[in-house]
């Protein structure tokens, strides 16, 4: 707690701020950087919110998720840059980077195991549920003031990165952090339900390829689901419209390691594949998505694989197999 300390008392001194976050953002990073931003905003101070890829339809509900941007002017100039639940630069795609070169201090915010501690300032704290929690600690640092558009911000970090609060990271600290905000009188049903439960027809269709993509090895130990860019060309979604469709595949009896692979075009015009891991038991993923420039937590990880979906699906499943 001390280097979040000593963080509270840098971010009292600034007077401008750019927060970024990964590529692809979630409801974490949306999250934490919206809590966060509405905060020093209270103070006075200026904040601009930057990331790579846009809001995904399901997050913008909360308070100020119009106002991030996806491209800032190179004239504009910021004291210092808060990087928000993101493990690696590389992970920031180059619109942020490119940002961050004029940026001449970094503060690294973050709770991946995989976090390679970029950044004048770092608190990494690997048994955070979420990025979300570190928020939480910080804001009561900077004696900051929470309203419900910063709970509900907060709590959807908390709630989506912990998979409503059944993944293996789900602990005491996460259930206190929430017990406190809710005091703010945010409706844990409504935000569940703009998450989770709201669907256009397209959406569901797209989940029902999804599952009847469905396999399995031969041990019953691994299982994924695909999804390819004909797919999503077909239902014209975004790929922030797949959120938790790999649940599905973890519900599958017996199955240690779940996959969820993603076929698309990334911003320099490359086939890529996306891959979602998630474990049960001692399987750890991070490891698994390491060794494909990946990363995460133990038992909740992803990477990128350049290439189509099979040549990844091939690559992925072998080493996945090492590990069972």
Known sequence: MNALRVIAETIKKGSSFLFVSHINPDGDSIGSQLALGKVLEGFGKKVTILNQHPVPDIYNFLYGSGKIKNEISPS???DIAVVLDASDKNRLGDVVNKALEKVPFIINLDHHVSNNKFGQLQYLNQQASATAVIVYDLIVLLNGKIDKDIAECLYTGILTDTGSFHYLNTDAKSHQVVAEILKYGISPNKIYEEIYEIFNLVSIKLLGLALSSIEMDKTGKIAWMKIRKSDFNLSSLTNGETEGFINYVQMLKGVKVSLFFKELVNDKKQLVTKVS???????????????????GHAHAAGCVVLGDMDTALDKVIKEVEKYI
């Open 76 to 78: 504009e100039s910021f």
């Open 277 to 295: 891991f998630r474990s049960k038991e001692d399987v750890d993923v991070n490891k698994i998505a390491s060794g494909f420039n990946g990363g």
